[in-house]
């Protein structure tokens, strides 16, 4: 039987609304149909990565940006590489960039030394200057990790000094796992970012507010690569784009493969490419139906831990009436979380457990049973949903909740269009929000968008991560919403994100998030850590700024045979490696240990 191609209605207008662009797209797939026997002898590997075209899309390809071509992705760091990566089941890093760290608790600094030789794609050498460069830049976009430092050197060619104003091993991961770029492209930005900030003014200030609006707009023609892989940036369409070896770059002498082909588009677009097996390897949330269609296929599944999940967002801004939190612990259990899972991603999609705004799988590990014991479950029950609601003045009238003032509670519950899990979560919840009472609807926004929109608070409730695959300590796991969706992160991009006062009241007496939350990655004490996440978690449990939904397992699919040799068991202590950070496919390329069949 033939396979039907499946093109979505997204790709349907980028195609045929773009002339000799569509054609090209059909072009390459009918290029990649016959890659599938007789790419070998290229050692070609086929991955999959929605991004956007030039010129929206753009090689400003550092954190915190929109619209990066593959900046936002694992391939990344095949293209421009961190000091290290991090191994989660020996808990230690790898190094890359660096053959070593050292954190000097007396003098309150952390240092990093560089391997020397290393060369960037344009025939510099990679140097420290590169890492002071990077470091400056990240303080225009305002990079959390600068909370933790007040300054950056290089003492010599190859060493960074970090000066550490906040003593922590959670700084650890901003200085080992973040890329970095070449002087030769940012250098201008971090001198002015160094003269901003030596006079005495911040991103508040007018110049400040300049500075971060000019430097979000720069768009280099290409990005200078320290790794294996450079872009070509001729092959970029709306289907496709390749990765050519880069000869000089780490690790080019163990890669088993010499070119990487990622396929544009999300879970519709990709699917039917997995399906005529043209992609080797995909990380996108592919709903249950699709998973026993590729597993009917020969197809091995690979189920990593994520460490996050989705979650319901509140724009409290727009919807203050949910700035209490009986309000919000109403709709936790009013919502069957069990069936969101369900729903969109199977038995990926697990129900959370504990509520406490990082992995279950780590709960036991930071609190003690005691406080483990204190957190609230939110088994889903009406009854408890209409008691705390009613305590609050709301009243159902007729099938409908109106709120203290008389007003019907109606919102629009946004989602990633073109996300297949997310757009699942956006629709049950929804369905399930409307069944309760409210007047919610479903709203598909283009994933494109949807982070702009959380940033700059163009939503009433939305669809978005929970939890974090950047690190264990739970401290990342707090700052996903409360800092990157929050303000003043959020201030990027022109907005305030949730809107949630960081300063709130809890039963057990005021917390101040930003406090607690810094506090729970800060200092090298791992028991004053832990009591910092316990007040953090308890809190969340509480307060429930956004609602946890499911705790996400990978449905990623592993051809083996075709282009690719054989993944590892699952087993493997590398595929506890969350397949958004420290990606083990990226890890096992630089380790030599992924071969081409």
């Known amino acids: 039987m033939t396979e039907k191609v499946v093109i979505s209605r997204r790709r349907a207008l980028q195609l045929f609304g773009a002339g000799a662009a569509g054609m090209a797209f059909l072009a390459a797939c009918g290029k990649s149909e016959q890659a599938t026997s007789s790419s070998n002898s290229g050692k070609e590997f086929h991955g999959a990565w929605p991004f956007q075209v030039p010129p929206k899309g753009h090689f400003h390809e550092m954190e915190g940006m929109v619209d990066m071509i593959v900046g936002d992705g694992p391939y990344i760091d095949l293209v421009v590489l961190p000091p290290a990566m991090y191994l989660w089941k020996e808990q230690k890093y790898e190094g890359l960039l660096a053959e070593s760290w050292a954190l000097d608790a007396a003098a309150k600094t952390y240092t990093v030394k560089l391997r020397s030789g290393l060369k960037w794609s344009d025939g510099k050498p990679v140097t420290s200057k590169d890492m002071v ?76 507010k300049k500075l971060n609006t000019d430097f979000q707009t720069l768009r280099p023609d290409d990005v200078t690569a320290s790794g294996p892989f450079k872009i070509d940036t001729k092959s970029i369409n709306n289907a496709q784009l390749t990765l050519v070896k880069n000869d000089t770059g780490y690790a080019a002498d163990k890669v088993d493969f010499n070119k990487i082909v990622l396929y544009n588009g999300e879970t519709p677009d990709v699917t039917p490419l997995v399906l005529a097996k043209n992609v080797d390897y995909a990380t996108h949330g592919f709903p249950p139906a699709t998973v026993k269609e590729f597993t009917s296929k020969g197809i091995r599944i690979l189920k990593p831990p994520v460490y996050s999940g989705a979650a319901l967002y509140i724009n409290f801004a727009k919807m203050p009436g949910f700035k209490d939190p009986k309000a919000r612990q109403a709709l936790a259990y009013a919502l069957q ?44 029950s009406e009854q408890k949903a209409v008691e705390l609601l009613t305590s609050l003045g709301w009243k159902k009238e007729g099938s409908g909740w109106v709120g203290a003032d008389g007003k019907p509670i109606e919102f629009e519950v946004s989602y990633h269009a073109e996300y297949a899990d997310y757009s699942a979560t956006g629709q049950n919840v929804a369905q399930q929000l409307a069944a309760f009472g409210f007047k919610a609807a479903g709203r598909g926004v283009t994933y494109s968008q949807m982070d702009v929109d959380l940033y700059k608070g163009n939503y009433q409730m939305a669809i978005q991560t929970w939890g974090s695959s950047k690190h264990p300590n739970p401290h990342f796991a707090f700052a996903q919403p409360l ?30 998030f930003k406090e607690a939350i810094d506090a729970a990655g800060a200092g090298l004490d791992e028991a004053a850590q832990k009591a910092s996440v316990a007040k953090v978690a308890l809190a969340f449990n509480e307060l429930l700024p956004v609602v946890p939904l499911y705790e996400r397992y990978g449905n990623n699919p592993g051809l083996e045979g075709t282009r690719v040799k054989a993944w590892p068991a699952d087993d493997d202590p590398i595929m506890l490696n969350a397949p958004y950070a420290d990606n083990f496919t990226v890890l096992l390329m630089l380790q030599g240990r992924l071969k081409a069949a």
């Open 133 to 208: 460069t990077t470091w400056w830049c990240y303080r225009i976009l305002r990079n959390v990790g600068w909370n933790y430092i007040s300054d950056v050197k290089a003492t010599d060619e190859q060493t960074v000094v970090f000066t550490l104003s906040n003593p922590s091993t959670v700084f650890e991961r901003y200085a080992l796992r973040k890329q970095v770029f070449s002087d030769a492209v940012y250098g201008e930005w971090a001198a002015k970012a160094q003269a901003l900030f030596g006079a005495g003014k911040d991103l508040d200030s007018a110049e400040g």
């Open 337 to 380: 979380r069990d069936q969101v899972g369900q729903v969109s991603l199977g038995d990926s999609g697990q129900p959370v457990k504990y509520m406490a705004g990082f992995s279950d799988l780590s709960v036991p590990q930071w609190l003690t049973a005691a406080d483990v014991g204190k957190l609230l479950p939110y088994e889903h």
């Open 483 to 512: 800092f990157t969706y929050n303000y003043p992160v959020a201030a990027n991009q022109g907005g305030r994100g949730i809107d949630f006062d960081l300063k709130q009241t809890t039963s057990s007496g005021p917390i101040d």
